[in-house]
Each structure stands twice: as C-alpha cells, then as structure tokens.
C-alpha cells in the first residue's frame, strides 16, 4: 500500500550541502502532512522539519535557515534541502507521512503526540558530516 523511500544521504564536509528525497507511493502527497525527522546515535528521534496539508512549513530552530522542505507533487515526492551542514546534523534521516492530518491551526508538528500519530515511515537514509 503506502510506502516512503528516503534517498540522497551521504558523507559531507561541514558546510556543505544536501538534499533529501522521499519518494511516495500508495497516497498523494498532496492529501498528507509530512515530516522529516532524524535520530543520531545514542539519542532519541527528533523533529526536523514539516509540511502541513496546506503548504504550511515548520522547522526545529537548529536547522533554520538552512534547512528548506518542500513537495513536488507531481513527482510525489518530499524533499529536505540542506545547506551549511553541520557535525551535529549527523544522524539517520527519515521520512514520515500523516493520511489524516488534523488542521494546520490546531496541530502542533514539534508534539510527539504528532509523531507518534504518523501513519508510515519510511526507512532512512543516513546523512554523516565531518568537520
């Protein structure tokens, strides 16, 4: 049915650059909320960056300004561009879909309630910077 594949991680020198793509099938881009979200090593997953069904964006403030989410529905596909990376962006990258996504005014993207609330993940793909 529905499945997220992440793709474009790799190893980066600090300050360079990136960009994810999730390619989506099974549902239209366009009728989900979607999030990136990345876990490093020893800690927990965290929020990165979302799109609400209406466009809307939002991102942790560690990656503002650098970081840049956006949908091509066309392609079905979610894409997260980063620049400037940083050592601490190191981590496994992943893709996260919402089929019912609640109204932009209401949801709140940096809740784990809404994380937990995500109908499909995808696998990851690991992005590593050095200094």
């Known amino acids: 049915q529905v499945q997220l594949v992440e793709s474009g991680g790799g190893l980066v020198q600090a300050g360079g650059s990136l960009r994810l793509s999730c390619v989506v099938s099974g549902t239209r881009v366009s009728q989900n909320g979607m999030g990136w979200y990345r876990q490093a090593p020893g800690k927990q997953r965290e929020f990165v960056a979302g799109?609400?069904?209406?466009?809307?964006?939002a991102y942790i403030d560690s990656v503002k300004g650098r970081f840049t989410m956006s949908t091509d529905n066309a392609k079905s596909t979610v894409y997260l561009q980063m620049d400037n990376l940083k050592p601490e962006d190191t981590a496994v990258y992943y893709c996260?879909?919402?089929?019912?996504?609640?109204?932009?005014?209401?949801?709140?993207?940096?809740?784990?309630?809404?994380?937990?609330?995500?109908?499909?993940w995808g696998k990851g793909t690991q992005v590593t910077v050095s200094s």
């Open positions: 799109i609400h069904r209406g466009g809307g964006t």
């Open positions: 996260a879909g919402l089929e019912h996504p609640p109204p932009c005014t209401i949801v709140n993207v940096h809740s784990p309630r809404t994380q937990n609330a995500m109908d499909h």
